[in-house]
């Protein structure tokens, strides 16, 4: 079974930066595509950035392209979500997720296996 778990999450202000982890820990990461989605309150659960086994594919929500930058070091099972110029609403809970099945990459939230518990991003204005 794998376990994913976030941190990095907290309050900041608008035009600030966040740098989000997810660490896994059973299954075989290296081989796994690796999103990161978020959900806003009364909002359904949203793509935010996705990445392939090897990093080469990363897409990008249109409303996060140039300020996000997702990436995944292998050897220690963890995937990151850099967030530079961070907006009000950009406030969600930010999840990751793996999925073991997809050869590539996906932006589908029904197309992943497994998630995190989820990590709390507020941007003040």
């Known amino acids: 079974q794998v376990q994913l778990v976030e941190s990095g999450g907290g309050l900041v202000q608008a035009g600030g930066s966040l740098r989000l982890s997810c660490a896994a820990s059973?299954?075989?990461?290296?081989?796994?595509?690796m999103g990161w989605f978020r959900q806003a309150p009364g909002k359904a659960r949203e793509f935010v950035a996705a990445?392939?086994?090897?990093?080469?594919?990363?897409p990008y929500a249109d409303s996060v392209k140039g300020r996000f930058t997702i990436s995944r070091d292998n050897a220690k099972n963890t995937v990151y979500l850099q967030m530079n110029s961070l907006k009000p609403e950009d406030t969600a809970v930010y999840y990751c997720a793996a999925d073991r099945k997809t050869i590539g990459v996906t932006i589908t939230l029904d197309d992943y296996d497994y998630w995190g518990q989820g990590t709390q991003v507020t941007v003040s204005s």
């Open positions: 059973g299954g075989s990461f290296r081989s796994y595509a």
């Open positions: 990445i392939n086994w090897s990093g080469v594919y990363t």
